[in-house]
């Protein structure tokens, strides 16, 4: 089975300062997407950025970039210029190809202080 | 365009009550599912839908049942709730696709069992 961890359950960083969450993962198949996912304290759950196993390149939304290694199971994520905004819980999540069954990290709480 | 909407936001029952959990989308989108999110954790998939009239069980299915009539809808239904069913309940829905396609959420439903 599946397993994401995310071995930070709290961080907290200045406005303005970059802030990097950790993310590892455990899978034997090699088709596989990971997902950021941002849970602001509206409870709504909002995808933040998107990553197929099979493209080398790290996958980029404004502020927002992940570095993917694919050999240690490493996805994180990295908030550059924080913003007051970005303070929320933060998911990383597995989905293997074709399984349609996102399965979840046990999350961040990333707080941005002014 | 108003996406995945869940109703109702808040519910409190007791031990032993029913209730049904209503999740609808206006994107077309084939696939449905419900998860539940408790304290600490990240998001558990109960059940989800690959289209109209198909269901299948995720990783916590028990003490829940679904349906999907229509392809618009997908209702959760508890049939004797209890104190442990006591959670944020996300649905979400997505395209149907060979490869996996991003996931959108609802607001979610904050059910206390008493």
């Known amino acids: 089975a599946q397993t994401v961890t995310q071995s930070q359950p709290e961080m907290s960083v200045q406005e303005a300062e970059t802030v990097t969450l950790s993310c590892t993962y455990d899978?034997?198949?090699?088709?596989?997407?990971l997902f950021w996912y941002k849970q602001p304290p509206s409870r709504q759950m909002i995808l933040v950025i998107r990553?197929?196993?099979?493209?080398?390149q790290n996958a980029t939304e404004n502020r927002f970039s992940v570095n993917f290694q694919k050999a240690a199971k490493s996805f994180s994520l990295k908030i550059s210029d924080s913003q007051l905004g970005d303070t929320a819980m933060y998911f990383c999540?597995?989905?293997?190809?074709?399984?349609?069954?996102?399965?979840f990290g046990q999350g961040t709480r990333l707080t941005i202080n002014p | 365009n108003a996406g995945v909407t869940q109703t109702p936001k808040f519910r409190v029952l007791k031990t032993g009550q029913s209730m049904t959990l209503l999740c609808a989308q206006d994107?077309?989108?084939?696939?449905m599912y419900w998860y539940r999110q408790d304290p600490g954790m990240g998001l558990r998939l109960i059940h989800y839908?690959?289209?109209?009239?198909?269901?299948a069980k995720g990783e916590v299915p028990d003490g829940y049942n679904v349906s999907r009539l229509k392809k618009q809808n997908f209702l959760l239904g508890l049939e004797s709730a209890a104190p442990s069913q006591t959670s944020v309940y996300f649905c979400?829905?997505?395209?149907?696709?060979?490869?996996?396609?991003?996931?959108?959420f609802g607001p979610g439903t904050r059910l206390t069992v008493l």
């Open positions: 994107m077309n989108h084939e696939y």
């Open positions: 999540a597995f989905n293997l190809q074709g399984a349609q069954k996102l399965v």
């Open positions: 979400a829905s997505s395209y149907h696709r060979l490869e996996a396609d991003t996931q959108y």
């Open positions: 990553q197929e196993a099979y493209k080398q």
């Open positions: 839908s690959v289209g109209e009239g198909t269901t």
């Open positions: 899978t034997s198949e090699n088709n596989y997407y």
